[in-house]
């Protein structure tokens, strides 16, 4: 089987696939296309995303985790899990939420075969969180709490921080993992194209002085043993349940460790998350027969894969949520 290796010699196991630009939260750091009454022209279909998902895991793919914008906003995800799970080759299928409308459609989606959840947390103080979110910490809170009760482990919470909207909350967010056994992981600001230079570098918090806040009120943290290949190291208060989180994209970029491959809500591969080196799969999607065409697509993709951070700005500048954070 050929597989997708890059020039420097990484494998490509994990997609993730922004199934929707739209979003029915405003967080102060991304810049999502608002709710819509459907998904523009030219967002990828369950069939799309089932013949990319099938191509890739022929190359060696392992895991899909479905985002977007928000990923509960499609109608069809229950769907698109459900084929994920039935490829062959494909072992995990996750999605990355904000969980306001987790709780109501937890049923379906574990029905589908869904194994396990990302959320995003930025606060838990309700102003705060409406703050960074514009959304209600109330939903939230069930959604995290629902996805706890079904059993699915480790539910890992993120929050992006922004010195001046949220950092006031690090410490309440690292005290849940006192009593719940979640990750609870730190997320640097990356800039992508919604601030300006002044306004980014005044909301930039590094992950060493997100540490060093946590360290100084809950005492040294422990390391965790973790997977080379997971953006995030993880930490310890000795004794507690969960597990604290770093993940320093822009501090310590973990370029050389990438196993990550993209498909944008526009049917775009994009081999890195910092390069604008996308292709378009549609013409390969309508190929007579698309799954040896799109995986031409995915082998091209892997060679654009780039070495490590990149300094040049992008032609194209696009938010996570087309992209798929
Ligand atoms: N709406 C879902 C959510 O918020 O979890 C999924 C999509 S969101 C774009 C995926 C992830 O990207 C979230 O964890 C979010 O915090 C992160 N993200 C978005 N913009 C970011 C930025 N500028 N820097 C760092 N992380 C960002
Ligand atoms: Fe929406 Fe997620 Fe972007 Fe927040 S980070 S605006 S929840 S897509």
Known sequence: MRS?????????????????PRCNFKCTYCDPLGMGHQEPVGTVSVADVDH???AGAGLGLESVRFTGGEPLLRQELPEMIYNAKRTPGIHDVAIT???????????????AGMDRVNISLDAIDPEAFRLATGGSIKQVW???????????????LNAVVIRGINDGELIRL?????????????????????????????????????RARVEAALGELTPVPTDPSAPARLFKVPGWQGAIG??????E?????CSRMRLTSDARLRP???????????EALIAPDPIPAIQEQFLIAAHRKVASGITTPLERPRTMVAIGG
């Open 272 to 282: 890195c998350l910092l390069t604008d080196r996308e292709l378009d799969v549609r």
């Open 174 to 210: 690292a005290k849940l993992t006192e009593q719940l056994p979640i990750h609870m992981r730190y997320i640097e600001y990356m800039h992508l194209n919604n601030a300006g230079a002044e306004e980014y570098q005044r909301s930039f918090m590094p992950g060493r002085e997100i």
């Open 52 to 54: 990319v998902v099938r």
């Open 97 to 111: 939420t904000n969980a306001s409308l987790l709780k109501r459609r937890l049923p379906e989606l574990l029905a």
């Open 246 to 251: 770093f993940i320093n994209p822009v501090s």
């Open 142 to 156: 069930e959604g995290i709490m629902a996805v706890m009760e079904a059993g699915l482990h480790p539910v890992k």
């Open 4 to 20: 997708l290796t890059d020039q420097h010699g990484r494998v490509v196991r994990d997609l993730r696939v922004s199934v929707t």
């Open 253 to 257: 970029p973990f370029c050389g460790a």
